[in-house]
């Protein structure tokens, strides 16, 4: 069975400039996570999706990142513009269902905002 | 509110010499409790988990956890480490099965084995 997939693996951009990373789950799980990791810290739900039905965004700074689930498979996180504290691990993670099912998670994008 | 606390940011010890990492949570409601490790430049992957019954729990890689509610701890040990168990470790939290529910994790103890 294939994992989660994530591109790319690594990013460096300037702050102010845009940046979109992508996931795409495991077959047949219909929840989809994005997490925040901050160097030393753990990581920090960003968003979930329940299909392609935004389930919880509370923690997501909308001025800024946006996410979107279109046809209930693969996601894309966008951060506009990046800022430097937006350096960090952006780990893309799946589950059959929601709730305390057991996640999945992708390698990870290592963003580095210069 | 759940939070987790990860009492030690790293652990040394010894190859082959026994090990536990230590957590601690609150919650106001029935507790899901899991340990994740995460290899370097990996992702989290499911060391194991409690939801009910025995509070003695058994995951991958022998390692197991006690769930002690009256302490609010659910420590991690493995009686014999190798130098393959090198990772980042993060004790984590949930309230429930539903589709409100999420997982917040604690801040990690980084895991380091000595030949």
């Known amino acids: 069975e294939a994992g989660v997939a994530q591109s790319p693996r690594y990013k460096i951009i300037e702050k102010r400039q845009s940046v979109a990373f992508w996931c795409n789950p495991i077959?047949?799980?219909?929840?989809l996570y994005w997490y925040q990791q901050i160097l030393g810290q753990g990581p920090k739900l960003l968003i979930q999706?329940?299909?392609?039905?935004?389930?919880?965004d509370s923690q997501l700074p909308k001025d800024r990142f946006s996410a979107e689930r279109l046809k209930g498979v693969d996601s894309t996180l966008k951060i506009q513009p990046a800022k430097l504290e937006d350096s960090a691990v952006y780990l893309c993670?799946?589950?059959?269902?929601?709730?305390?099912?057991?996640?999945?998670f992708g390698p990870g994008t290592r963003l580095t905002v210069l | 509110a759940q939070s987790v606390t990860q009492l030690d940011s790293q652990v040394p010890v010894f190859e082959e010499a026994p090990v536990e990492l230590r957590c601690n949570y609150s919650?106001?409601?029935?507790?899901?409790l899991f340990w994740y490790v995460q290899y370097p430049n990996q992702g989290l992957q499911l060391l194991l988990k409690?939801?009910?019954?025995?509070?003695l729990v058994k995951g991958i890689n022998g390692f197991e956890a006690e769930f002690n509610k009256s302490q609010t701890s659910f420590h991690l040990r493995k009686p014999s480490v190798h130098i393959s168990d090198t990772a980042e470790y993060f004790c984590?939290?949930?309230?429930?099965?539903?589709?409100?529910?999420?997982?917040?994790f604690g801040s990690g103890t980084r895991l380091s084995i000595r030949p």
């Open positions: 993670a799946s589950s059959f269902t929601s709730g305390t099912h057991e996640q999945f």
């Open positions: 077959s047949g799980h219909a929840t």
């Open positions: 999706f329940q299909n392609n039905g935004v389930v919880d």
């Open positions: 919650s106001s409601v029935s507790v899901y």
């Open positions: 409690y939801l009910s019954g025995s509070t």
């Open positions: 984590a939290v949930s309230d429930g099965y539903s589709s409100a529910s999420k997982i917040i």
